[in-house]
């Protein structure tokens, strides 16, 4: 087994394009400040040095530098284990590709890791991706998960969730496995104990950290290697789609997209775009329009019960609605029935294209908190989702009249507590 000593290649793969930076007087005083941070040994025992390069690729360089080794430094700790990663109950395309990164480097340190989650792709784009690249990702349930032997593991990992968004994370507590590492780029969502973290929200996309770990030297990509290009495609695919296409990318993203861009292989790329929608996934899309409600630039529609296999259509619902002219802020939500676990869940994924609207803060102020302090939801920049569990109420649905008077009261009180953020002034009530 071969390691990699990350910081050796790290003069060879600047993270900045720009060797010659112009002296900025505000830009120099930063530089005093975080030239102090980055102390990196490098293996031959010198200090690392990070001089020469401008303040913003410095300090985004830096923070890479430093996290790299510190991932390094724990795997090496680590050699010859297994390993649980776990995914949110239903992937995107930026944690699925991303947690193929963290394998990869893992198996330089003979570290076997499985890559689970607990609920569906239920995504056309996330099944092709899946299918087309061999993304080692297995779905695995909460009863499954139970069943097993989890002696067999000796941790687990976080990426591109913190634990709050996935059913398989309560029981490795239960079991007694640490948590090795957390790797994500949304809002930290509480206390987290944990040997390695990476967490940083002003990033779009975790595929973006782990680019650029890997530019740093985790695992140098190979171009022939057909795993190193496919998964260079993936990360590729979760940057932009996190990024909205890029068009909420930053200066770090574009940097990762462009490193990518020597790797991924653009023929395969489009193939997992060229996925179709199913006819059920667009049924959700027409009732999310036939539901709408604008007001004060917000729509909001709830699209009623949906198979725990559509689930995905809710964020596609909100996806579309937030084209709409006049539209800066999109909410759709449903009834997810697992018919597996006999559940019901509400379901709920926000979108906004207004720069002054956190989507975390949204929901978490819309919803609130459960009975043990948990929040229903969050999100990152420009989406956001939630999830209130129906308890008691679920199930039953066979009684139409039962399934329907359900379905009012959630939507009611969900437009309710919605609109309550939307029309601040507004008493949400309005008797007819
Ligand atoms: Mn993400």
């Known amino acids: 087994m071969q390691f990699h000593s990350s910081l050796t290649q790290f003069e060879r793969l600047p993270l900045t394009t720009d060797p010659t930076p112009e002296p900025n007087p505000d830009e120099a005083e930063i530089d ?11 293996s031959n025992g010198t200090l690392a040095s990070t001089e020469g390069v401008n303040s913003l690729g410095q300090r985004t360089n830096s923070v890479t530098l430093q996290k790299s080794e510190e991932l390094r430094q724990v795997m090496l700790a680590h050699r010859h284990e297994r390993q649980l990663v776990i995914l949110q109950d239903f992937p995107d395309p930026d944690a699925l590709s991303s947690a193929w990164a963290y ?18 792709l239920s995504h056309q784009e996330n099944i092709a991706l899946v299918k087309l690249t061999g993304l080692p990702a297995i779905r695995c349930s909460v009863a499954a998960l139970k069943s097993k032997d989890l002696s067999f ?22 079991a007694g496995i640490p948590l090795m590492a957390v790797i994500d780029h949304h809002n930290l969502q509480g206390d987290l104990k944990s040997e390695f973290i990476d967490i940083r929200p002003t990033v779009r996309a975790t595929a973006t950290i782990f680019t650029q770990y890997l530019q740093a030297g985790l695992l140098p990509l190979d171009n022939s290697i057909n795993q190193h290009v496919k998964c260079a495609t993936a990360l590729m695919h979760g940057l932009r789609s996190d990024t909205n296409l890029l068009m909420q990318a930053k200066e770090e993203d574009f940097m990762a997209a462009g490193y990518l861009s020597r790797f991924y292989d653009a023929q395969l790329l489009s193939a997992v775009l060229q996925a179709n929608r199913s006819k059920r996934v667009m049924d959700v899309i027409e009732r999310s329009l036939k539901n709408r409600i604008v007001q004060n630039n917000f729509s909001i529609a709830g699209v009623g019960y949906l198979r725990y296999d559509d689930r995905d259509a809710i964020p596609q619902a909100a996806d579309f609605l937030v084209t709409e002219e006049n539209v800066h802020t999109a909410v ?5 029935h697992d018919e597996d676990e006999e559940l019901e869940v509400v379901v709920g994924s926000l979108r906004t294209t207004k720069l002054t609207l956190d989507p975390d803060e949204f929901i978490k102020e819309a919803f609130g908190q459960d009975s043990s302090g948990r929040f229903f939801g969050g999100g990152r920049t420009s989406a956001g989702g939630f999830e209130i569990p129906m308890g008691f109420l679920s199930g039953s649905n066979e009684n139409s009249a039962y399934a329907k008077m359900k379905w009012e009261v959630f939507d009611t009180q969900i437009k309710q507590k919605l609109l309550r953020l939307v029309n601040p002034k507004d008493n949400p009530i309005q008797p007819e």
């Open 32 to 42: 005093k400040e975080s030239l102090d941070v980055p102390q990196i040994r490098q």
């Open 103 to 120: 394998q990869l480097i893992a198996q330089q340190y003979d570290i076997k890791c499985e890559i689970v989650y607990a609920g569906t």
């Open 153 to 174: 593991y000796q941790g687990y990992t976080l990426i591109d969730n913190q634990g709050t968004t996935s059913g398989l994370v309560p029981i490795v507590q239960q």
């Open 332 to 336: 759709v939500y449903g009834i997810v």
